[in-house]
């Protein structure tokens, strides 16, 4: 494969031809804020909280995000390793590839195609239908969740096609924005010693309550919230001294995001009081508006007019984590192209060094899963967000188990990093964690869905047979190749 090391020195970085993406264009904020962004902290709050909380482990809750922060940190450390000896716009495919071998590492590439575009599809749902709601609301005009689900694909494709530091700075102005109002509102809370019954503290974060109830779908809510910290790697060809950037960027996303999630849901669950809150979490899941869990108490503490602000920030969160995928993806397309196991047009960038095709037919992508559903009338939310997004979850945390390995077997094999922490142990103790919260996953599948057990059943599918396709399409593609010619 052909991976980019961090040893090359700048001013080649600086010459290298057409196909190769800007260099020293982010530093450690910048790589910060896409990675937050695909978080989507307040889609996350408002979104998983309320279910985390109302089907899980109840007050609990907080504590999942502790134990998925420790899963995922515990993973970071072999996949920064790695990092240090490849820098690769494909990220987790090249990484696998190294251990496991090209066909693995291609599979596994699908496998992060289909992760990351059935994500933003799914937000692409939840996303059409929010703005459709407030323009109604505050118009009385009616207009489909789909018109503007298109019309926000358009603008997403100008926006990656305008140059990564662009994109950059309309996320840090939304993430900037939907987490400045959730901080402040845990700080006033926090300040207050808590709602009815104090700050809660054993009620959130002891063993026992983490055990509550359901910890499985709390845990498997937590992991999602951390999806997109993998990014740091992805931008590390486009990043300012990659060997030094992307490390920090990934530890620091980790731990600032483990650490965000549990404080504002601590202070969400504490401001109902730990007794009340898997009632309220309830009664809002019921009610068909989940939001309401979360935007009651911060209009509370905050005032009437979070009431106001709360669904348009929702909206920009939503359109920051689109946004974020589609740079992501794109960036694996681009990857993909310009080492030949996809067509080498798809290498192309534009002036501003962006992969202006492979953002193209990324768009295109989307396009083509979210249709279906406008076209057979599905429900943008209940259809449409919640089957990809399971999809989605279970896609990545089987990317996250391979690199595990492979990064195992490519440090036993090449010696390159003789830290036994660092090569070794953390990476075990990551893919135990991850495999134990795969099986969580594929036993929870339905609830996370919210769908019927064929329908979860069919949709767990889609991985393994996408992993398999693209496998078999790798191999017969490096054959033809291989075959001479007449």
Request: proline fraction near 4%; charge should be positive; include cysteine.
């Amino acid at each position: 494969m052909d991976s980019r090391t961090v040893e090359e020195p700048a001013p080649a970085r600086e010459a290298r031809p057409t196909g190769t993406l800007k260099p020293n264009a982010l530093g450690v904020i910048g790589i910060l804020f896409f990675v937050l962004s695909a978080q989507a902290p307040l889609t996350g709050i408002a979104g998983a909280l309320p279910i985390a909380v109302g089907t899980g482990d109840g007050a609990g809750a907080p504590a999942a995000y502790i134990v998925a922060g420790a899963v995922i940190l515990l993973f970071s450390v072999g996949f920064v390793a790695m990092g240090r000896h490849v820098v690769d716009a494909g990220a987790f495919y090249t990484y696998i590839g190294k251990g496991l071998g090209r066909t693995t590492g291609t599979g596994s590439a699908g496998v992060a195609l289909f992760a990351y575009c059935t994500l933003q599809a799914a937000m692409y749902g939840l996303y059409g239908a929010t703005v459709s709601g407030l323009v109604e609301q505050y118009t009385g005009a009616h207009v489909a969740w789909w018109v503007w689900t298109v019309v926000t694909m358009a603008v997403v494709q100008a926006l990656g096609t305008a140059g990564i530091e662009m994109g950059a700075k309309v996320l840090a102005v939304f993430v900037l924005a939907e987490s400045s109002i959730l901080f402040v509102f845990a700080l006033v809370t926090l300040v207050k010693g808590g709602g009815p019954e104090g700050l809660g503290v054993t009620h959130s974060f002891s063993p026992g309550a983490a055990l509550h109830g359901a910890p499985g779908v709390a845990l498997m809510f937590a992991i999602a919230s951390m999806f997109g910290f993998e990014a740091t790697a992805i931008y590390g060809e486009e990043a300012k001294e990659p060997r030094r950037t992307v490390p920090r960027a990934t530890y620091l996303s980790v731990t600032v995001i483990t650490g965000f999630f549990a404080f504002v849901s601590w202070m969400l669950i504490s401001s109902y009081g730990a007794s009340k809150a898997t009632g309220a979490a309830g009664k809002a899941l019921s009610g068909g508006d989940s939001t309401v869990f979360v935007f009651n108490p911060v209009s509370q503490a905050l005032g009437s007019w979070a009431d106001h602000v709360l669904p348009i920030l929702l909206a920009t969160s939503l359109f920051a984590g689109i946004l974020a995928f589609h740079n992501s993806a794109n960036r694996y397309l681009f990857s993909l192209g310009r080492d030949g196991l996809l067509p080498r047009g798809l290498a192309a960038i534009n002036k501003r060094h962006s992969p202006w095709v492979a953002g193209c037919v990324q768009t295109a992508i989307a396009l083509v899963l979210v249709l279906p559903f406008a076209v057979f009338g599905k429900d943008p939310v209940l259809s449409l967000f919640s089957w990809f997004s399971g999809v989605a979850v279970l896609a990545m945390m089987l990317l996250y188990f391979l690199t595990s390995i492979s990064v195992i077997v490519f440090f036993r094999r090449e010696r390159l990093d003789r830290r036994l922490w660092n090569t070794l142990v953390a990476p075990a103790l990551g893919a135990l964690g991850i495999g134990g919260s795969i099986a969580v996953i594929v036993a929870n599948f339905t609830t996370l869905i919210g769908g019927s057990a064929t329908t979860a059943t069919w949709l767990e599918l889609t991985v393994p047979v996408v992993l398999g396709l693209s496998a078999v399409a790798a191999r017969l593609t490096r054959a033809r190749r291989a075959a001479p010619s007449g």
